[in-house]
């Protein structure tokens, strides 16, 4: 990294900070401090942005790190940069441009700002980060307490040998290691905090076994729906107890093998039995991120897909694990209307769930607790009345 470079990012890195002071994703000096002085286009010297090419396919193009003026300040900006490609789906079309699955990016910096403020560091934490990714986290948190306390495991071998070099050259050596995050750190050791930059589907016992009492764990809950982030404090029986916090985000899902997701194994549709009128429509569901993750608590394995029919109609669809569906069109006469096939009680409870939650005045997420307890179960709640749904751990 030539100090030229560093000279010409150094406007750049001090208007990001600026940036997200005033959004309040940083609320603290030290963080300010840490985004202010630790050089982002150092992590991500290669990107990708989604286009769509001038034969109509949607592809990855390629940006080289600071190579021009216009890609070190948009390195800089507040915007998630996708990294690395799946190379088991990714094709070459053009010189600069593939296809494929994104399998790591550089975080939106914003979220990362509120998560790590979340994170309620103090000098001494012994911390450890769940998705080493670019490096980037870790080199922010190395910043802010010395990288002798930092500790980051990532899936990917590859992307921890990078992140490694990178690290180095920025001035940090935390102690990376390749493995499975969720299983944790390797060693075994206790952490005082842990921060987790993908998504799982419950908080692992091996997090829970690496805490101390006063542990803050910092991660991306994925409920199938919708899902989101929780800050949760380990107590001296074992439970990790807490909320869904006022930053909201999402992460890539871990996963158990560096070069690949698993294609998802899903069932046969059920045929479709009717259509009536429905309370809650499409734009409902997309634009109230609450009631969504409220959805994934009552409906725990559904998924929620986009369908297009033949004539190229486009809905939205809510599927379960049996194969019952209901789907809502996005737009058209039949926008007040749900289709269904199998179960119509998969809606219903939709619709029950809307009209409790316009009931108690509409909530908002980080109204909602979160609670892993000692033998492993999970439970959410509606903070203000108690109301209590069971999920699976």
Known sequence: MSAATIDQARPHMSALADELTRSHAIRTPPWAEAFRTVPRHLFVPRWFTQETNDRGITVWREHQGAATADDLAAVYRDQTL???????TAEQVD???WTGIPTSSSTLPSLMAGMLEDLSVEDGHRVLEIGTGTGYNAALLSARLGEHLVHSVDIDPGLVHAAQERLSTAGFMPQLVPGDGTRGYPTGEKFDRIIATCSVPAVPAAWIEQSRPGTILVSDIA???EGGLVRLEVDEQGRALGHFTETAGRFMAARSEARTYPAPQRPERAAETGTWPSSVTAADVRSHYPFRLLLAFCLPGAELVYHVDDSGAMALQIQDPAGSWARLPLAGDGVGAVTHGGDPGLWTQAEDMW?????????????????RE???????????????WDIPA
């Open 82 to 88: 996708v990294t690395t490609l799946d190379p088991d």
């Open 223 to 225: 409920l199938g729906i």
């Open 374 to 388: 000692a033998d492993g179960s999970a439970h959410v709640r509606h903070i203000p009345d108690g109301t209590r």
């Open 355 to 371: 009209r409790w939650w316009t009931g108690v005045g509409r909530p908002s997420h980080d109204r909602f607790g979160y609670a």
């Open 95 to 97: 010189d600069t441009a």
